[in-house]
T-cell receptor, first 109, second 114 residues
Framework: GIQVEQSPPDLILQEGANSTLRCNFS?????LQWFHQNPWGQLINLFY???GTKQNGRLSATTVATERYSLLYISSSQTTDSGVYFCAVPNQAGTALIFGKGTTLSVSS | EAGVTQSPTHLIKTRGQQATLRCSPI?????VYWYQQALGLGLQFLLWYDEGEERNRGNFPPRFSGRQFPNYSSELNVNALELEDSALYLCASSLDRRSSYEQYFGPGTRLTVT
C-alpha cells in the first residue's frame, strides 16, 4: 500500500523562527491534507492541497504531485504552533486516509 | 456551521465490557470515518460508512463494529474490551464517498480500559 513519510520527526524552535516540514508519499494521489493536532487531540485542518501552493497567514504549503512530496512552511513561529503536524493521503482504493507518523514541533519563548 | 461532534469526550471502561462512541458529521456530509490513535501506533483507519452502509474497514478484529443512521450520524461499538483498546478515537466526515473530498475531524473520544 501507499507509504507516507514525514520529516523531521521532531523540531525544536525559538519563537520567531521559520520551519519547513516535509511529507513524502510513495504513489500518485488526488488528495493531500495537512493537519495540526492540538494538545487535546483534535485534528485541525490546515490545508487541502493535492497540488500547487496555498497560503493561510503564517502558514503555507506546496505539493509537487509529480515528485510525490509536500512541504508545510511555518513562518515567525509562535508558542501556539506547538503540537504534532500530520500529512495524510488517500489509500489506493480511495477508501481511507493514510497518515504519516507526524512531526512534533516545540516552540519556546 | 457546526463541525463534527463526538460523544462522550472521555470514557472509562473495564476489560471485557463494551464501549459505544458516537459521532455526528457536518451537516450535508454523508461519509463518516473512524480512526484510532493509540500510543505509539499513530493514526489508523478503522471503519468507513457512507449512505448507511459499511464501505471499508481497516485491519481491526470484528469486535470493532458500528453503524450509520439515516441522519448520517454514526456509532462505533467495541466489544470485549482489551487493555490495548485504550486510545483516542477520532471521527471524520466528508461530503461523499469520493476520495478527493476533504475530511474534517471531530474532537475525539478518549477511551481508557482498565
Amino acid at each position: 500500500g501507499i507509504q507516507v513519510e514525514q520529516s523531521p520527526p521532531d523540531l525544536i524552535l525559538q519563537e520567531g523562527a521559520n520551519s519547513t516540514l516535509r511529507c513524502n508519499f510513495s504513489d500518485s494521489v488526488n488528495n493531500l491534507q495537512w493537519f495540526h493536532q492540538n494538545p487535546w487531540g483534535q485534528l485541525i485542518n490546515l490545508f487541502y492541497i493535492p497540488s500547487g501552493t496555498k497560503q493561510n497567514g503564517r502558514l503555507s504549503a506546496t505539493t509537487v504531485a509529480t515528485e510525490r512530496y509536500s512541504l508545510l512552511y511555518i513562518s515567525s513561529s509562535q508558542t501556539t504552533d506547538s503540537g504534532v503536524y500530520f500529512c495524510a493521503v488517500p489509500n489506493q482504493a480511495g477508501t481511507a486516509l493514510i497518515f504519516g507518523k507526524g512531526t512534533t514541533l516545540s516552540v519556546s519563548s | 456551521e457546526a463541525g463534527v461532534t463526538q460523544s462522550p469526550t472521555h470514557l472509562i471502561k473495564t476489560r471485557g465490557q463494551q464501549a459505544t462512541l458516537r459521532c455526528s458529521p457536518i451537516s450535508g456530509h454523508t461519509s463518516v470515518y473512524w480512526y484510532q490513535q493509540a500510543l505509539g501506533l499513530g493514526l489508523q483507519f478503522l471503519l468507513w460508512y457512507d449512505e448507511g452502509e459499511e464501505r471499508n474497514r481497516g485491519n481491526f478484529p470484528p469486535r470493532f463494529s458500528g453503524r450509520q443512521f439515516p441522519n448520517y450520524s454514526s456509532e462505533l461499538n467495541v466489544n470485549a474490551l482489551e487493555l490495548e483498546d485504550s486510545a483516542l478515537y477520532l471521527c471524520a466526515s466528508s461530503l461523499d464517498r469520493r476520495s478527493s473530498y476533504e475530511q474534517y475531524f471531530g474532537p475525539g473520544t478518549r477511551l481508557t480500559v482498565t
